[in-house]
C-alpha cells in the first residue's frame, strides 16, 4: 500500500451525475490518492442538485469527513444548461442513495480552492470532471495560485465528433470560456475527451458483479450503472456505458493506463454551431506549441 507521504493530493472537481459518482467513490478507494475535497459545479443537474449528490455519495461512503465546496450556479458567460435526459432530474436517478450527512463548506468552491491550494506542502493535482467553471475562476482570480497546481487532470473534450452538439463534448460545451481560460493556462494538463472515455466501458455484467459484492455500496452502484446503461441502450443502442469522469481518476492514480499523445488544443467560444468545440491540432501545424497530453487509449480490462 503506498504509504501516506507519497500520496498524492487531489482535488476532485465535479458535478454528479452517474459516472462523477463512481469517480469520486474511485478517487477515495485508491490508496495513491489523498482527496483534500471536492468542488462541484452545476452541469448534469443543477449546483443544488449536484452539491447535494456528492454529499449523498460521502455519506453511502462513510467519508463525511471529505470537505465538499459548491461553486457558482452558473457558468462564466452563459446561463447553465443541464442534462436531465442524461441523469435523471436529481442528476443520481435510479438508486436509493442515502440523504447527506454533512454540510458543504460556507466559503464556497474559489476560497476553498484558494486556501486548500496555499496551505499545502506540495503542489496539487487538480482533476475536474464537470463544467471547468470553478478552475477557470480560480486561474481568473487568483492567478499565482498556478505555481500550487502541479498538473490537471480533466475530463472534457474530444478530437473527434461531440456528444452533446456534432461539435462539442458536454463538459466543454456548458462554460466554454473557462475551458478556454483552463486551457490556456501553461499548466500540465492531460485531456480525457471522448476518443478515450468511449473506450473505458462497463454494462450490466459489471452491475452484476457490483451486486454481488453484498454491500449497500455495491447494490448501489450496481443500480446506478443499470440507469446510466438505460440511457445508452435507448439513445444509442448499446448496452455498455462510457465510465467517462472515472478515467481521469484513474489517470491520475495509475500512471501508464491511458496512453496520450502531446497536442496543441484550444478552445472554440464564439461559433454558433461549434461552440465548446476543443480545436486539436493533430498536423503539428506552424503556430501554437503543444499545450496538452491528449488520451487516445485506454486499458480497458485494467480499468
Not at 469517480?23 to 449546483?47: F, K, Q
Not at 452539491?51 to 452558473?74: H, I, S, W
Not at 498556478?146 to 474530444?158: H, Q, V, Y
Request: proline letters at 9%; a negative charge; one cysteine or more.
Amino acid at each position: 500500500m503506498t504509504s501516506t507521504r507519497t500520496r498524492i493530493p487531489v482535488i476532485l472537481d465535479c458535478d454528479p451525475g452517474h459516472d462523477d459518482a463512481l469517480a469520486i467513490t474511485l478517487a477515495l478507494a485508491r490508496p495513491e490518492l489523498d482527496v483534500l475535497g471536492i468542488t462541484t459545479i452545476g452541469g448534469n443537474s443543477t449546483l443544488a442538485n449536484t452539491t447535494r449528490n456528492a454529499l449523498r455519495v460521502l455519506a453511502l461512503l462513510g467519508r463525511t469527513d471529505v470537505p465538499v465546496a459548491a461553486g457558482p450556479d452558473q457558468p462564466l458567460v452563459r446561463p447553465l444548461e443541464t442534462a436531465p435526459e442524461v441523469h435523471g432530474v436529481s442528476g443520481l436517478d435510479g438508486a436509493d442513495l442515502p440523504e447527506p450527512a454533512s454540510e458543504p463548506r460556507p466559503e464556497g468552491a474559489l476560497e476553498f480552492l484558494r486556501a486548500t491550494l496555499a496551505a499545502s506542502p506540495s503542489p496539487v493535482t487538480l482533476i475536474p470532471v464537470g463544467p471547468l467553471t470553478n478552475i477557470g475562476l480560480l486561474l481568473r482570480t487568483y492567478p499565482a495560485i498556478a505555481e500550487k497546481i502541479a498538473g490537471i487532470s480533466l475530463m472534457g473534450g474530444a478530437m473527434g465528433a461531440g456528444n452533446w452538439t456534432p461539435a462539442a463534448e458536454f463538459n466543454i460545451w456548458v462554460d466554454p470560456e473557462a475551458a478556454r481560460i483552463v486551457f490556456r493556462s501553461g499548466l500540465p494538463i492531460t485531456m480525457h475527451g471522448l476518443d478515450v472515455t468511449h473506450k473505458a466501458l462497463m454494462g450490466l455484467p459489471e452491475a452484476d458483479r457490483l451486486d454481488a459484492v453484498g454491500t449497500r455500496v455495491g447494490h448501489v452502484f450496481a443500480d446506478l450503472l443499470r440507469f446510466f446503461t438505460r440511457f445508452h441502450v435507448e439513445k444509442y443502442g448499446t448496452d455498455q456505458t462510457p465510465i467517462h469522469d472515472a478515467v481521469a481518476v484513474a489517470h491520475v492514480a495509475l500512471p501508464g493506463l491511458v496512453t496520450t499523445r502531446r497536442y496543441h488544443v484550444d478552445v472554440e467560444t464564439n461559433g454558433d454551431i461549434t461552440r465548446g468545440r476543443t480545436v486539436v491540432d493533430d498536423r503539428g501545424h506552424p503556430g501554437e506549441p503543444p499545450n496538452v497530453d491528449v488520451a487516445l487509449d485506454i486499458d480497458r480490462a485494467a480499468f
